[in-house]
Nanobody
Framework: QVQLVESGGGLVQPGGSLRLSCVAS????????MAWYRQAPGKEREYVAS???????NYADFVKGRFAISRDNAKNTLDLQMSSLKPEDTAVYYC???????????WGKGTPVTVSS
């Protein structure tokens, strides 16, 4: 059974930082490239960042230099360190395998991030 549990979201002021975490079941995590996605109110879900099982990372242009993705293969966890947050980063953040959006069989509940003063 696929299990994805995201946590760490909350309310933060512009310029602040948050660290998101995701615990994934082994069937989805082990040896797979993993990613963070987000969905802002009224918008489509979009890719944020990804990491291979060996640690190679990739980022959407709008988070480059501000976000850092990491993983712990022993614990099946995926993290997203977010810094210099902007109001436009407000969204629900999800983790999942790095696949084209629409290809995923299921999603976790996500963790909401609100950037506001």
């Amino acid at each position: 059974q696929v299990q994805l549990v995201e946590s760490g979201g909350g309310l933060v002021q512009p310029g602040g930082s948050l660290r998101l975490s995701c615990v994934a079941s082994g069937s989805i995590f082990t040896n797979n490239e993993m990613a963070w996605y987000r969905q802002a109110p009224g918008k489509e879900r979009e890719y944020v960042a990804s990491i291979t099982s060996r640690g190679t990372t990739n980022y959407a242009d709008f988070v480059k230099g501000r976000f850092a993705i990491s993983r712990d293969n022993a614990k099946n966890t995926l993290d997203l360190q977010m810094s210099s947050l902007k109001p436009e980063d407000t969204a629900v953040y999800y983790c999942n395998r790095d696949l084209p959006i629409g290809w995923h069989a299921s999603w976790g509940k996500g963790t909401p991030v609100t950037v506001s003063s």
